[in-house]
């Protein structure tokens, strides 16, 4: 079965740090590859997405994600987080033509002090 | 464009009742995904509709079952409920299923079973 591992449960960082969060999933055909955030009190936004290409590609409010076939990873990047990026990260996978389903990691709950 | 609404935003019920939960999605959006998250299984998928058929079903009994209207609007429907049902219901629409596509989240309707 298709899994999503998030490797972080809890992160905590002091501002202007840079974070990275990993995510690996088993599944070895194509798949979409997607990072969502919840802020507090606040629903599921998208920050980025691959589907194919680059496999650098940046989302909003300076992330950016590297997707790397050869380890079936995502990781997320951020250089200098800020106290406002305090929240849980998912990374999600949709498979290629399987429509509507995504499958979530179970979450990085980021804290970052100011 | 107006995002993807939920309603009831918050519900209460006793064992053994059920419920229904509404999701509208983005106007032009064909495809709506609903979600269960808690905080010990994560996001789990449910079901996802696309034109008013259902594509896609997740790991979940069958007391859990939805269907989709001409509008692309969707209905949940949670049969005699269980104290494990207690969870934030998301709703997620994409424009097509399958393929290269994003889904958008509502802000979910919280349910607790008494």
């Known amino acids: 079965a298709q899994s999503v591992s998030q490797h972080n449960h809890h992160v905590i960082l002091s501002e202007a740090a840079s974070l990275e969060l990993g995510c690996n999933y088993s599944?070895?055909?194509?798949?979409?590859l997607f990072w969502y955030v919840q802020y507090p009190g606040q629903h599921l936004q998208l920050l980025l997405k691959?589907?194919?290409?680059?496999?650098l590609v940046k989302g909003i409010k300076g992330f950016e994600a590297e997707f790397i076939k050869s380890k079936f990873s995502f990781n997320l990047r951020k250089p200098s987080v800020q106290w406002s990026d305090t929240a849980e990260y998912f990374c999600?996978?949709?498979?290629?033509?399987?429509?509507?389903?995504?499958?979530f990691g179970q979450g990085t709950e980021l804290s970052v002090k100011p | 464009k107006a995002g993807v609404t939920q309603t009831p935003r918050y519900l209460i019920k006793t064992r053994g009742q059920q419920v229904t939960l509404s999701c509208s999605p983005i106007?032009?959006?064909?495809?709506v995904s609903w979600y269960q998250q808690t905080p010990g299984q994560g996001l789990q998928f449910l079901f996802e509709?696309?034109?008013?058929?259902?594509?896609n079903k997740g790991n979940f009994p069958g007391r859990f079952s939805g269907r989709q209207f001409s509008n692309s609007r969707s209905e949940m429907n949670v049969s005699t409920l269980e104290l494990g049902d207690s969870a934030l219901y998301l709703c997620?629409?994409?424009?097509?299923?399958?393929?290269?596509?994003?889904?958008?989240f509502g802000p979910g309707t919280r349910l607790l079973v008494l």
């Open positions: 997620a629409s994409s424009h097509t299923s399958g393929g290269e596509e994003t889904q958008y």
């Open positions: 599944y070895g055909g194509t798949v979409n």
């Open positions: 691959y589907f194919s290409g680059d496999p």
């Open positions: 999600a996978v949709g498979i290629y033509n399987q429509g509507g389903k995504l499958i």
């Open positions: 106007s032009g959006h064909r495809s």
């Open positions: 509709y696309f034109s008013e058929t259902q594509r």
